[in-house]
């Protein structure tokens, strides 16, 4: 299996996106600067800020700092705690002369004064930078309003008099200081240049995320300094508003902006492609069947024919031999699982590196518990069923209760597995097979290798137990993006789901299939109730914007207990099904006719009469 970690081993070819961050921090032009590594959860942020810190290792002359917010996540100020490790990361790692430990005392002690004035107004240092108007800035409607409670007289007479003892004179004093304390303190440690590398920062509270990019302001105008901030830029624009919700405008439109005044050069990190996912898995695969310096070798070789190739190259079956002389049989194997789950995984989870290796780590695991109960699992067979098992968990869950009625067999495939979709060769299927034709992505998947209607499934299911009972293992695999979805469309405001719908198109096969999931499981829980619709009415609307998963609703609504359903369920099913499944919707209705749930029953047999 591999690590979940970050890494220095490029498995994907980053030098572009490594040039451009180090490109920017060693033109002298450009310092001070911030640069912003954007990109999806598991897309591999970390790993090219490893790299850049790598890229560095070995220069005296430039100090590398990581700070990881989430590690102080609800401990301390996240402001100050930034600007202190900065601080002892220097006095750790430099000698220093007279004048530079005088310099860095002075500013720990600033530190230390900011952190007790922020502690007493969540406003201080936008106050002490800005005048008596400071704490008003945030919202400009309500710097108007409190106008008249500014006593502006009394406030320059004070700045004249130069009263001792004024708090925020002596914030505005402290922040000014800071600058020149810290310049001191870089040039008397012959500090050519220090590189802040952010990360983890969209896994951080609102209030976590904020105080550090205040932090990161402080240090801005600082000569010789450069911040690399990883984060999936949507979670922090979510935080900006979340933390400063009185300023007008649309949401993520304040969240861009106060983004694009903060980061001076964004990077993104873009979706891997079915080319670039088939080198990745390869080269994963690799790493397991051959010693680590052999490895890297021929690693460096595929990035290398990557680079010189140009973007059609790819590390597959083809050119195997060309890398790694007289490969195992079981290396052979795994790089043919490859071809069958890189278009399915490409698309499904929006290329994103952690997921794909999440996903092969789950059928290694399953391997490995398999060969322990004495059983040997088909490795392509069992990739096949983890795939329905991850974009179809409907259809996945219904063969799993028809295997186990039908000694492990899949009966109901063989029909299907070399059909061929001609006109009016259907004669003989019932509902369950027609639907797995009509969804185009069940039916590919029934005649893909290898064939499963003759095989005996039960110890396939058997290692998928805890993922048909228990939604948690589900959410664990949701991505923030995924988790976002859902935790809007539960929303009590109707603005936000409205809000949040919109956005659907842009969710990824697998994040759809675990919102549908979860929704499901709300459903099946009873959390969705004559005082409560928000579930089912959401699940609905999720299929209407993600047709796809039109087959999964027809089969979970097949089979949920109708005592869970609201009387709703008859008329939202008919709205979305009345023209796109006429024939399934007939059958719920006369499934739901006879239900115990009066209500419901009587409503179903109305719409049947019509």
Known sequence: ????????????????????????????????????????????????????????????????????????????????????????????????????????????????????????????????????LGSLSIAATEAIAKLKDVDYESYIKAKQEKKEGDPDDTLRSNIQEFHKNFEDLISETKIAKIIVLIDDLDRCSPDTVIGTLEAIKLFLFTKNTAFVIGADERLIKYSVKRRFPEVPGDNMEVGRDYLEKLIQFPIRIPELNTVEMTTYINLLFAKLYVDDELFEKMRSEVILAKQAKGFDFMFDQTNLNDFFASPDNEFVDAIALCSQVVPVLSRGLNGNPRQTKRFLNTLLIRMQMGGSKGMTLKRRMLAKLMLLEYFKPETFSSFHDFQAKNNGLLTLLAPLEHFDLKEGEQTGLNEEQKLLLEDLWLSDWVKSEPKLSGENLQPYFYFSREKLGITAVNLQRMTPKAQEVLQGLLSES????????????????????????????????????????????MLIELCRLKPELISQLITFLSKVNEKTLPLTTVTMAEGLLKTSHPQQLKTLLKKWSGSENKRLSNLAKTKIEK
């Open 1 to 132: 299996m591999w690590s979940d970690n970050e890494s220095l081993s490029d498995y994907i070819d980053y030098s572009h996106l490594l040039n451009a961050v180090t490109g920017i921090i060693d033109n002298p032009d450009l310092l001070p600067c911030s640069i912003g590594i954007y990109g999806d959860w598991g897309s591999g942020k970390s790993s090219l800020m490893k790299m850049v810190e790598h890229h560095y290792e070995d220069n005296k002359d430039v100090l590398v700092i990581r700070f990881n917010g989430w590690l102080f996540e609800g401990y301390e100020d996240a402001k100050t705690v930034l600007m202190a490790s900065i601080v002892d990361e220097i006095i750790a790692k430099r000698t220093f002369t007279e004048k530079a430990l005088k310099s860095a005392a002075k500013l720990l002690k600033r530190i230390d004064w900011i952190k007790a004035a922020g502690t007493a107004s969540k406003h201080a240092i936008a106050y002490a930078t800005m005048g008596p």
């Open 494 to 537: 109707q603005t936000i789901q409205n809000n949040t719908l919109k956005t659907i198109s842009a969710v990824s096969g697998s994040e759809a299939a675990s919102v549908f999931e979860a929704l499901t499981q709300k459903i099946r829980q009873g959390e969705s109730s004559k005082e409560n619709t928000a579930p089912l009415k």
